[in-house]
């Protein structure tokens, strides 16, 4: 911790500590507050992959609903608003704000100076770090890509020491960063859940608890899809067209305009149902890894190549909560500069143990979720939850019966232990 405090203090005065102040005074104050959000029915008993979730959530239902009826309405009507500042602990930054980093030296920060030092080494090198985004964001033809150049030059650089892994089994993944760069990309094994969860793979995993979910995924993913006939296709064009980036797609003809519109209205729907599931899966993933997390949300990004929207799950106490808008990644839609608001807000949630309010329960009075209810007998999976390495289906068949079969064990009545064993025989 010394040397981490000396490393700190070297950015006194610097226009890294300049940079810092200013995001944090004029750019920050514009984050959004969050939906705490209630489902009303979804597949989680189902067990199927996360490309297949299906959520429903109550205030999407009843806005659509009122929008049909013509009524002036929007989300926040439906649902329970809960501002920024009771969910993140603001002090840290407001000291850096009025006294400097010098702050940090105080007691009471310094479990903070580790995670500071991070940030201001990412906006020292800033310039470098956008640039090599755009440049990406613009040139990139497969998804993998920019998850890539999402984690090198993002992502990672916000962590302090840089723990991150990008799915091992994406398609077209590259060994080093699309960009000019060359920086080595580290992969491995990010699946989720088991045969009796919802289950797949998450993009990439940031200090082996946040998953990163990429917005713009392929919607017939083969490591999730290999067993499910009907959502690959042969179809060359097709896949070609499923492949192209958001750039490439916005230049097809006017005349599909509206057709596309309503394609991706759709896509994004389906995109936050599979970003609810992986929150919700991984965090009792998380919970059963390490029980002291049942004080915190825990968060679930979901990133495109412009911007984020968060999702933050409770499994023990069942609560559900997501931004209430997607947050900008850069300053503006032609903009070459990374929107320093959102990379601070990334920043605290990869830092979550840390700028999260721990036990929000008790003091703002949460909705529960319902994920629990809609579960059913299968929450005894979730709370029992043992992450596999891979997804198969041979693998249903003797997954269920040793998972019914612990079930059985569980719930059997006592005193008949005998007999069944006889029976049984």
């Known amino acids: 911790m010394e040397e981490t405090i000396t490393n700190l203090q070297k950015f006194v005065g610097s226009a ?3 940079r810092l102040v200013k995001g944090i005074s004029f750019e920050f104050e514009r984050q959004p507050d969050y939906f705490n959000v209630e489902i009303d029915n979804c597949n989680a008993s189902k067990g199927v992959f996360f490309t297949q979730a299906d959520v429903t959530l109550q205030y ?13 309405v929007s989300p926040e009507d439906y649902c329970r608003m809960v501002s920024y500042d009771d969910i993140f602990y603001m002090n840290p930054l407001k ?16 479990d903070y100076a580790p995670a500071f030092l991070a940030l201001l080494k990412f906006f020292k090198n800033i310039d470098q770090h956008q640039s090599a985004l755009y440049q990406v964001m613009q040139t990139y033809e ?4 920019l998850t890539a150049a999402l984690a090198y030059h993002l992502f990672s650089q916000l962590i302090p020491r840089h723990e991150y892994i990008v799915d091992k089994y994406s398609t077209h993944l590259p060994r080093v960063c699309p960009c000019s760069c060359k920086g080595t990309i580290k992969t491995g094994c990010t699946s989720l859940g088991s045969n009796d ?16 979910a990429l917005l713009n995924k392929q919607e017939t993913d083969s490591r999730d899809n290999n067993n499910i006939g009907s959502t690959t296709s042969g179809n060359k064009h097709e896949e070609k ?5 958001p750039i490439k797609r916005r230049r097809q003809d006017e005349t599909h305009h509206e057709a596309a519109k309503s394609c991706d209205e759709l896509l994004s729907l389906h995109a936050m149902d599979q970003i609810i599931a992986k929150t919700i899966t991984n965090a009792f993933v998380q919970l059963r890894n390490c029980e002291d997390l049942h004080k915190w949300l825990i968060p679930t990004i979901g990133c495109s190549a412009d911007s984020i929207i968060v999702f933050m799950y409770n499994p023990q106490h069942d609560f559900l909560i997501q931004s209430s808008r997607l947050m900008s990644l850069w300053c503006g839609p032609d903009s070459k500069k990374l929107n320093l608001g959102t990379v601070i807000s990334i920043w605290m949630l990869i830092n979550f143990k840390l700028f999260t309010k721990p036990r929000l329960n008790e003091k ?3 909705k529960k979720s319902r994920f629990c209810e809609c579960a059913g007998q299968s929450l005894f999976f ?3 939850i043992e992450t596999m390495d891979s997804f198969q289906d041979a693998d249903i068949c003797s997954s269920a019966v040793q998972h019914y079969s612990l079930v059985y064990r569980y719930l059997k009545p006592k005193g008949n232990e005998g007999a069944n064993e006889d029976s049984v025989s």
């Not at 000291?95 to 310094?110: I, M």
């Not at 067209?241 to 980036?245: F, I, R, T």
């Open 197 to 212: 969860t919802w289950h797949g793979y998450v993009d990439m995993m940031l200090n082996q608890t946040i998953p990163v």
């Open 142 to 145: 497969y998804d993998s890509h």
């Open 382 to 384: 979730y709370q029992n």
């Open 60 to 72: 999407l239902t009843q806005y659509r609903l009122h929008s049909k009826l013509d009524l002036e």
């Open 364 to 366: 703002l009075g949460f």
């Open 95 to 110: 000291e850096v704000v009025e006294k400097g980093l010098t702050s940090l030296c105080f007691p009471e920060y310094k």
């Open 241 to 245: 067209e499923m492949d192209e980036s």
């Open 16 to 18: 890294e500590e300049k």
